[in-house]
């Protein structure tokens, strides 16, 4: 299966190590509008490098590609990979626009080609546990908490960008709003605050972002959905958790990076498992499968599962700059 990159920083290298335990995948082909982090990729993997993606896809019969560029230039590479009939693993979130997400949503749609969000809590297995001690009720409160250190943060460069990045609410916070919706549902609306200067973006030079948002959505099932982000250094490793509450049901989701444990009390029984498999392996392992033959149907998070996300983390960016509920259509 010879696949092909559309960015080679952090979370490229990161699913490169990933495709290192799947003999059948080569990494035939990696573009970075960075002559040397191409070169970089290229050379670990053996495979050639672009700076241009339309000069790799042209030149490269691809298996699928990974689109991990910054979410304010996915459409390109992403719409241009569905016209070639390319399946694509597209790194979340799924744009950092409405209109990029509807333009992503509405490409794949016509095109039939296999998409991949990289949401990879979706993954977990834990979660049709979760499901089912849930019995079909509606929860009435899950709280999410993700503090600790943000790597793009480190690195700088694009993610301290507010505009291209969306800061923490998108880097972090995105993933525990597609957690918690893959859980209760739709979201109708959100409110949300900010603050800045507090935890790691006090430190002299940090970028001009916040470093603390809280987050309540309100979820068509009648519950509420928590969402507590800190960028801190000084929270390290990372605590990320999701509680959730319904009824006679009060369950944890701990250690969601990297052990992934599943405990609480659920109608009066003790509920202990840990998760099987890293969803950072599990997820490209999913899609792999799915662009082998297991279809749409194999992918844990499609493009329009995403842009529902996107739509609430796009309301919650709202609520913050805005100080008032905002309704959530799609979410």
């Known amino acids: 299966m010879r696949l092909g990159f559309v960015g080679a920083g952090a979370i490229a290298r990161r699913h490169v190590e990933v495709l290192a335990g799947h003999p059948d995948a080569i990494v035939a082909a990696v573009c970075d509008a960075q002559v040397d982090v191409a070169a ?11 700076t241009d993606w339309e000069a790799m896809f042209d030149a490269e019969p691809l298996d699928g590609v990974f689109v991990c560029t910054p979410p304010a230039v996915h459409v390109g590479p992403a719409q241009a ?5 390319v399946p694509v693993y597209l790194e979340k979130p799924l744009a950092r626009s409405l209109d990029d997400g509807e333009a992503i949503v509405a490409a794949w749609r016509a095109s039939g080609v296999l998409c991949a969000v990289g949401y990879q809590w979706r993954s977990v297995d834990l979660l049709d546990r979760l499901r089912a001690e849930l019995g079909g009720a509606s929860p009435g409160l899950l709280v999410s908490r993700s503090l600790g250190p943000t790597e793009r ?4 460069q694009w993610f301290g960008d507010a505009r291209e990045s ?11 709003i597609d957690l918690q919706r893959a859980i209760a549902g739709r979201v109708t609306a959100v409110q949300a605050a900010s603050a800045a200067g507090l935890l790691a973006t006090a430190a002299e030079g940090a970028p001009a972002l916040d470093d603390a948002v809280a987050i309540v959505m309100h979820f068509a099932g009648g519950g509420l959905g928590v969402v507590a982000l800190g ?3 000084a929270q390290d490793p990372g605590v990320y958790s999701l509680d959730v509450m319904a009824g006679d049901v009060a369950l944890r989701l701990d250690d969601l990076d990297p052990g992934f444990r599943l405990h609480g009390r659920a109608r009066g029984v003790e509920v202990d498992a840990t998760a099987a498999d890293d969803p950072r392996h599990s997820s490209i392992a999913r899609f792999l499968d799915a662009v082998a033959g297991g279809g749409q149907a194999a992918v844990p998070c499609a493009p329009e599962d995403a842009l529902g996300t996107l739509r609430v983390a796009l309301a919650a960016e709202r609520a913050v700059a805005t100080d008032v509920t905002v309704d959530v259509s799609g979410g």
């Open 153 to 156: 943060g480190r690195a700088g």
């Open 231 to 233: 960028w801190t250094e």
């Open 81 to 85: 990979a569905f016209d070639r009939g």
């Open 40 to 50: 970089a990729m290229a050379a670990a993997t053996g495979a050639t490098a672009y």
């Open 166 to 176: 969306g800061g923490i609410l998108f880097e972090l916070g995105s993933h525990d």
